[in-house]
């Protein structure tokens, strides 16, 4: 039996600064909503069965959970919005990873912490994808994890694919 997968997404590309001046509140901007549109067709091309999404509660987060689940229609993945995700450092990660693991899920989040989780995750992540930025916005990592529960060891993850906007094709709309 296939193991539960880990799919780890940093939110869509936003604006800089919000009117507010509150980072939580800080929106994607056209480009990030165009790119979260076509990272969750390429996500449900790759799991149209994902059952679940854990989410910072951050509005750009939130948009970018709204974006990328138009792919399922009518029938998106339940979301979990989990606040401690908002700039959650790599020990709360692995708890709220850990507290997931018995199915395939999507992690929405931030950096530098979802940055942390994947290189601490997968050994040599920079000779997988070829570059020292390894989490830029938009980009998505599929991992294989052990099934038994626990924390993550170090390095204990597979890479099965990885995904940015700019490597999928134009879209014909």
Request: hydrophobic residues 40%.
């Amino acid at each position: 039996m296939d193991s539960p997968k880990l799919i780890v997404m940093r939110h869509a590309k936003t604006n800089v600064t919000s009117p507010s001046g509150d980072d939580a509140s800080r929106a994607l901007t056209p480009r990030g909503s165009a790119d979260a549109l076509a990272i969750g067709g390429w996500l449900h091309g790759q799991y149209p069965g994902l059952s679940r999404i854990v989410s910072s509660t951050a509005l750009r987060t939130r948009q970018t959970v709204a974006a990328l689940t138009v792919a399922w229609g009518q029938s998106p993945p339940a979301t979990v919005w989990e606040p401690a995700l908002y700039l959650a450092d790599l020990t709360t990660l692995l708890a709220v990873i850990d507290a997931h693991r018995k199915q395939t899920v999507l992690l929405v989040g931030h950096n530098p912490g979802l940055e942390d989780l994947v290189r601490y995750l997968v050994r040599d992540i920079e000779q997988h994808v070829g570059t020292p930025k390894i989490m830029p916005t938009s980009a998505v990592y599929v991992l294989d994890l052990p099934s038994r529960r626990g924390t993550p060891a170090p390095g204990g993850a597979v890479l099965l694919a990885h995904m940015r906007p700019k490597f999928l094709p134009p879209s014909s709309a």
